[in-house]
């Protein structure tokens, strides 16, 4: 029982240094720039990028992904939000970036990243934690590996769904705030084509009985 318990511990403690792990940002992309961040990879190793875009009437940005040759590994044009995953075919350093220069609104960009640091901070605490235990548990890494990744997925589509439900919000706001102002433009115009009928018809009669 006191094995299970330590193993359980351990268990929470590799999904909180997970969920630490996990790399976030906020950035602002004026108009007509572009933000490029670089990551260090090794042949096969696996980086996962994903992001969204709020705070802008037009939410669409141009993204791409270039391989230390300089070729194009992944490009994406006008789109509001993406998730996407690669493996590196060589070693060295790869660029990836969120292009704002086709257009003219400033955005703001919510984006996340996991690549070989992330994992191996994960590990490096796992590997902590079973020596602090004094004991290995195997089985247990694989199943919280599964589970961390299940996290991952969750935790992105967590943040994305806030920062979608803040873009929907904006933009329902916005709709109810042009109804509102068309209604009250259709109610001044009523009331202006009354009156002028009103003063109309009064000087059509005058001119009939004079």
């Avoid at 906020?26 to 980086?47: G, V």
């Avoid at 141009?62 to 994406?76: C, M, Q």
């Avoid at 960009?109 to 994960?122: A, I, K, M, Y």
């Avoid at 020596?131 to 961390?148: N, S, T, Y």
Wanted: aromatic letters at 14%.
């Amino acid at each position: 029982m006191k094995s299970f318990l330590i193993s359980l511990g351990i268990a929470f403690l590799c999904l909180f240094q997970f969920t630490k792990a996990l790399s976030t940002f906020t950035i602002d992309l004026p108009a007509q720039e572009e933000a490029c961040f670089l990551e260090e990879l090794n042949n096969q190793e696996q980086l996962d990028l994903a992001f969204e875009v709020y705070d802008s009437d037009n939410l669409e940005i141009d993204f791409y992904i270039n391989a230390p040759n300089g070729d194009i590994v992944y490009r994406l044009f006008k789109q509001p939000s993406m998730s996407y995953s690669f493996f590196a075919t060589t070693n060295g350093i790869y660029q990836y970036c969120f292009s704002n220069k086709f257009n003219g609104d400033d955005k703001k960009l919510h984006f996340s990243v996991h690549g070989p640091n992330e994992r191996t901070l994960v590990l490096s605490k796992n590997s902590d934690s079973e020596d602090a235990a004094g004991q290995m548990v195997d089985p247990i890494e694989k199943a919280i590996e599964r589970l961390a990744s299940s996290l991952r997925f969750i935790r992105d589509e967590q943040a994305y769904m806030y920062v979608r439900d803040r873009v929907h919000n904006k933009t329902a706001n916005s709709t109810n705030r042009r109804v509102s102002l068309w209604s009250i433009f259709e109610t001044i115009m009523l009331i202006c084509v009354s009156i002028w009928q009103i003063y109309y018809l009064r000087s059509w009669f005058s001119v009939s009985r004079g």
